[in-house]
Nanobody, 116 residues
Framework: QLQLVESGGGLVQPGGSLTLSCSGR????????IGWFRQAPGKEREGVSCIDGSSGRTYYADSVKGRFTISRDNAKNTVYLQMNSLKPEDTAVYYC?????????WGQGTQVTVSS
């Protein structure tokens, strides 16, 4: 079964940048739609961005449009989330999800904290 491992989180000042990685193990990510979600304390998990498995089409939440970029490197079996112009309200645990048909897998999450 596919396993996902996120990395790249950390503490960054407002206006800074981070790149999150979602790496697949035990299966290829090529045909999965990969989504990034986040959950802040006391809030529900929300979708941030996703990239389609076949077309490569990308989608973004309005709150991150123009600041975040999702991409995939099939050779490295990894999907990235480049986050620029970070704001304190971007603080959350970020999770990646892989979806293909009825198969869905989640990673363990990586903490992103935006604070001065």
């Amino acid at each position: 079964q596919l396993q996902l491992v996120e990395s790249g989180g950390g503490l960054v000042q407002p206006g800074g940048s981070l790149t999150l990685s979602c790496s697949g193990r035990r299966d290829t990510l090529d045909y999965y739609a990969i989504g990034w979600f986040r959950q802040a304390p006391g809030k529900e998990r929300e979708g941030v961005s996703c990239i389609d498995g076949s077309s490569g089409r990308t989608y973004y939440a309005d709150s991150v449009k123009g600041r975040f970029t999702i991409s995939r490197d099939n050779a490295k079996n990894t999907v990235y989330l480049q986050m620029n112009s970070l704001k304190p309200e971007d603080t959350a645990v970020y999770y990646c999800n892989a979806l293909r048909g009825l198969r869905s897998s989640w990673g363990q999450g990586t903490q992103v904290t935006v604070s001065s």
